[in-house]
T-cell receptor, first 110, second 113 residues
Framework: GQQVMQIPQYQHVQEGEDFTTYCNSS?????IQWYKQRPGGHPVFLIQ?????EVKKQKRLTFQFGEAKKNSSLHITATQTTDVGTYFC??????????FGTGTRLKVLA | DAGVTQSPTHLIKTRGQQVTLRCSPK?????VSWYQQALGQGPQFIFQ???????QRGNFPDRFSGHQFPNYSSELNVNALLLGDSALYLC????????????FGPGTRLTVT
């Protein structure tokens, strides 16, 4: 079945450093979503990417969807302590269900 | 405008028992998906309900069943609970099915002893 992997599993950065998480699907995706889950919280939708090669920005966050629509990345510039949490990608293969990645847990050291 | 609500917040059950979790979707949403999230893992898709029918199901046994009501609210039922069923159960609502933004509820923390 479809699998979605993320790397790294954990990332500790100093405040102000950049952070990137990568998402890879075993199958071609129709679209991909990104979520953020704070410790003790629930996933919160960040963005959806649909087109091959698409790049979207939200302030310090940059999201990319690969040309083959099998991989994606989230880059955060100049991390802040408010960026702490686990970032999940969720791939949609067109069958009414999203497959969530394994997540990348980000810790920002002040 | 209320977001997605779930009840109860926490629940402790014994092996072999049955449990029912409830979800009310965000106003204007007609689709409800249920996820199981074990500690330190990503959410695992259980099933999705739309127009009171199960539209898609993940790799979960028949012990997991659900229902959607005419007001779009939904229930998740788990029978014959196992220790491995201990997890955070998340409900997500969206408008329509397929590739739509999902709004998650706060979840129900189920502990099976």
């Amino acid at each position: 079945g479809q699998q979605v992997m993320q790397i790294p599993q954990y990332q500790h950065v100093q405040e102000g450093e950049d952070f990137t998480t990568y998402c890879n699907s075993s199958t071609t995706l129709s679209n991909i979503q990104w979520y953020k889950q704070r410790p003790g919280g629930h996933p919160v939708f960040l963005i959806q990417l649909v087109k091959s090669g698409e790049v979207k920005k939200q302030k310090r966050l940059t999201f990319q969807f690969g040309e083959a629509k099998k991989n994606s990345s989230l880059h955060i510039t100049a991390t802040q302590t408010t960026d702490v949490g686990t970032y999940f990608c969720a791939g949609y293969g067109g069958t009414y269900k999203y497959i969530f990645g394994t997540g990348t847990r980000l810790k920002v050291l002040a | 405008d209320a977001g997605v609500t779930q009840s109860p917040t926490h629940l402790i059950k014994t092996r072999g028992q049955q449990v029912t979790l409830r979800c009310s979707p965000k106003s204007g949403h007609d689709t409800v998906s249920w996820y199981q999230q074990a500690l330190g893992q990503g959410p695992q898709f259980i099933f999705q309900y739309y127009e009171e029918e199960e539209r898609q199901r993940g790799n979960f046994p028949d012990r997991f069943s659900g229902h959607q009501f005419p007001n779009y609210s939904s229930e998740l039922n788990v029978n014959a609970l196992l220790l491995g069923d201990s997890a955070l159960y998340l409900c997500a609502s969206s408008h329509g099915t397929g590739a739509f933004e999902q709004y998650f509820g706060p979840g129900t923390r189920l502990t099976v002893t």
